[in-house]
């Protein structure tokens, strides 16, 4: 039997149980995360997701290893622009954010803030420091790559054969302004 983790937004309203270990473990510092994290962090009561040198940390999981337990009709979705091909969704109880889910996809980017603190799972790799005007500041413990590779592309196909290429639906009813 898999190892199975109950994790949440803030407030505690809305709950996801995990199971397994994740995809993968990164931290993104794309535009779009960037932007689209400083954005819902202006929402009432937020919290921002950025770390201190502003990537986003996320666990990618499987969708078939996710299961809602609470709060689902409290999920919104935000979009940077209304053609966007990724939205984030937010747990509007508390203005948590909960995921990024690209256009197409098998995987949700769970953001690591709704792990307890000390459970939180670790980065091994930030991605997309292309971006930053000046990636030398970031720190040294991981890998920190210029773009997605080819690795990182590999560990989502391999995931996706093992789901049978299948890619579950999430249905959010509504959206939120940020």
Partial sequence: MSQRMTIGCTCGHTRLEVEGEPILVSECLCDS???AAARLAKLPNAR???TAYDATPSAEYRKDRIRFVSG??????FRLAPDAGSRRVVATC???PVFLEMKGAHWLSLYSHLWPE???PKATLRTMTGDLPDASN???DIP???SHTISFYAKLLTSWIAMG???PKITIAGTVDA
């Avoid at 689902?72 to 979705?77: A, D, G, I, T």
């Fill in 138 to 140: 970031l720190p040294a």
């Fill in 72 to 77: 689902v009709e409290s999920l919104r979705e």
């Fill in 144 to 146: 920190n790559l210029k």
């Fill in 48 to 50: 921002s997701i950025l």
């Fill in 118 to 120: 000390g459970a939180r």
């Fill in 94 to 96: 508390c203005n948590t």
């Fill in 33 to 35: 995360c960037r932007a």
């Fill in 165 to 167: 290429f299948r890619n």
